[in-house]
């Protein structure tokens, strides 16, 4: 699905912060990148979005769906309309492709909301949720657009640690269900090791990739309930040992 070869990115010359990153991610694959702050998980991110370009190095896409988006982001920042209802914020990419107000489009929605219950709140504007629920919608609106590829920059990072286990649940549930391969940046270790198929670790900038951690908990996995598993623990522990390894001695870049 994404093929990283080589891969370097430097803000202005001088300030290189990827240099010969290599990464890849398959199709339906979930893979977590952590690492110490201001090693570019962000950047990193954003290159694949197209966002950024890189100074070296190529960026494959292999898309295979041509009736589907192609990239979804989410974000850390809340980017909700605030004058969109919710069903109208989940239906974002269908306004802009001119089918918001087919019947499939609307039980699309519909369906998506079921799945995380908030179709009680079809209606409502974004200022009247909670936290919690504008995270879910923004994860909805990505996932709505149908994408091949979801790309998740710390987009629960503000939330407290019961909302944040909630969130991950419908998370994941969503994402196997719609078979989109998924590369999530997070500080979280527990975020991403209850998530994902694979963990990789960035070192230091300039940044490369430092280990890589296969999860083996599966695709049926309970997310509430991995992180009481003895391989949980053990993959924590293992992910803080490489994380104490690489941090900088000071500086940050994102």
Not at 6 to 15: E, L
Not at 91 to 98: K, N, P, V
Not at 161 to 180: C, F, I, Q
Request: overall charge neutral; charged content about 20%; some cysteine.
């Amino acid at each position: 699905m994404l093929d990283l070869a080589d891969v370097s990115f430097a803000y202005k010359p001088g300030t290189t912060v990827i240099k010969g990153l290599n990464l890849t991610v398959a199709p339906g694959e979930f893979v977590s990148i952590v690492g110490p702050s201001g090693c570019g998980k962000s950047s990193l991110l954003r290159l694949v979005a197209g966002f950024s370009k890189p100074v070296d190095g190529s960026i494959t896409t292999h898309f295979r769906r041509p009736d589907r988006h192609a990239i979804s982001m989410v974000f850390q920042e809340d980017t909700l309309l605030p004058w969109l209802r919710v069903r109208d914020n989940v239906l974002l990419h269908q306004r802009f492709t001119g089918r918001r107000r087919s019947r499939q489009a609307q039980d699309l929605a519909t369906s998506l909301l079921a799945m995380v219950g908030l179709d009680a709140k079809a209606d409502a504007y974004p200022a009247h949720l909670s936290g919690g629920m504008r995270r879910r919608v923004a994860v909805l609106t990505a996932l709505a657009a149908e994408p091949e590829l979801l790309l998740l920059d710390e987009p629960f990072s503000a939330l407290d640690e019961p909302t944040r286990v909630g969130v991950h649940r419908d998370l994941h549930r969503l994402v196997r269900t719609s078979g989109a391969s998924v590369v999530l940046v997070t500080h979280d270790l527990g975020e991403a090791i209850s998530l994902s198929d694979r963990v990789v670790m960035l070192t230091s900038p300039p940044s490369r990739v430092a280990a890589e951690f296969d999860i083996p908990f599966g695709p049926d996995r309970n997310v509430s309930a991995v992180r009481s598993d003895p391989e949980f623990h053990t993959l924590y522990a293992r992910l803080w040992q490489g994380m104490g390894a690489e941090a900088p001695a000071g500086g940050e870049t994102r």
